[in-house]
């Protein structure tokens, strides 16, 4: 798939919610979560603390036509009302995406992640061949998800944490897909 096409994301079933696209009432606990310091902390890209605007411009993007990143809710409500957290795979080359998450931190150490992982990569919906995922070195509970989903570690890096305002070193995982 080109960054061209256009591609409507898929609603995505798991054990207990759904993955659904990001709509704009969704804003106010993006928000509440999203400006927790424990949250961004654990992100490359969230604020802290969150600007405003910053939450309204995340759904906008997340809901562009030519986004190269796709993002899902984790919902537990049978409305699409709640917000748990977070997922989203970013578009590479060569069939290649990046996956990234976070939950809600009450709900932290308790498989929701790491169900909202296999279900994305179970469903595929970007048809990758390769994901690749990275976790800050000082969140190991975040690289078991990884793990626990088969992803393969491949390397240490680092990345710069906008919330940290600085480079954080990090673990590299991959998963083939084909």
């Known amino acids: 798939m080109s960054f061209e096409?256009?591609?409507?994301?898929?609603?995505?079933?798991a054990d207990g919610f759904v993955l659904r696209p990001?709509?704009?009432?969704?804003?106010g606990q993006l928000s509440l979560y999203a400006g927790d310091e424990r949250i961004a902390k654990a992100?490359?890209?969230?604020?802290?603390?969150?600007?405003?605007g910053c939450t309204e411009g995340f759904i906008e993007r997340s809901l562009a036509d030519d986004r190269a990143e796709d993002a899902w809710v984790i919902d537990p409500s049978d409305?699409?009302?709640?917000?748990?957290?977070?997922?989203?795979l970013t578009r590479m080359d060569r069939e290649q995406s990046e996956i990234g998450y976070w939950v809600a931190p009450q709900l932290w150490n308790n498989g929701l992640a790491s169900k909202a992982?296999?279900?994305?990569?179970?469903?595929?919906?970007?048809?990758?061949?390769?994901?690749?995922?990275?976790?800050?070195q000082d969140n190991p509970a975040s690289a078991?998800?990884?793990?626990?989903?088969?992803?393969?570690?491949?390397?240490?890096a680092e990345t710069f944490s906008v919330a940290r305002d600085a480079s954080v070193p990090t673990w590299t995982y991959i998963k083939k897909l084909d």
């Open 5 to 13: 096409d256009k591609y409507t994301q898929p609603v995505i079933e």
């Open 22 to 27: 990001l709509t704009k009432a969704d804003a």
């Open 43 to 52: 992100t490359s890209s969230i604020p802290h603390p969150l600007p405003p």
């Open 79 to 88: 409305d699409g009302s709640q917000v748990l957290g977070v997922i989203g």
């Open 117 to 136: 992982v296999e279900a994305l990569v179970a469903a595929n919906p970007q048809a990758c061949r390769t994901l690749f995922g990275s976790v800050f």
């Open 144 to 156: 078991r998800v990884l793990t626990n989903a088969g992803f393969e570690y491949i390397g240490d």
